[in-house]
């Protein structure tokens, strides 16, 4: 009877040991946009359907999920993402991705530079620090080996 009630015990614990790496709590609601194609009107870019959209929410422990996901991109090419503030060089009455402004959030990217599927889509993830972001007015996608090929935009 004794080993069986220690047996209980432990496994008691065991069970609610794993309950300390579950993932951080959502302190708000998912956010989404859509992005807008720079390129697929320029002749000779390689772009002619690029789409996606934005998903991003803010987590209690001070980070910023972002998943971007993203079609008609040119397969093989590797892809990499920043958050941006908004410039001074936007007309007026056009959006924040015409403003040409600096690169903001720690880390700087999201996610990675991952290559395009043999089908065009890629999906990038990842976390930044919801007190780098306080500018943030927009996402561009950069080809990672050149950096001014912007085939994607969203305004958040």
Known sequence: M????????????????CNMNRAPDVS????????????NTTTGSGYTAAAGTVDYVDLTG????????????KPGVSYVAHYHARGAAAPAGTGDCASSGPIVGTPS??????????????????????????????????????????PLCADI
Do not use: C, W
Request: glycine letters at 8%; proline letters at 2%; zero cysteines.
């Open 109 to 150: 990217t999201i996610g990675m530079a991952m290559p395009a599927s043999p089908n065009g889509t890629l999906t990038l993830k990842g976390l930044q620090d919801t007190s780098t972001l306080s500018t943030a007015a927009y996402i561009n996608v950069h080809e990672a080996n050149a950096l001014a090929v912007v």
């Open 2 to 17: 004794k080993k069986q009630l220690l047996l209980a015990l432990v496994g008691s614990v065991a069970l609610a040991s």
């Open 62 to 73: 001070g980070d910023r999920r972002t998943v971007l996901t993203m079609t008609g991109l």
């Open 28 to 39: 708000g609601t998912t956010r989404k946009a859509t992005f807008t194609a720079q390129l």
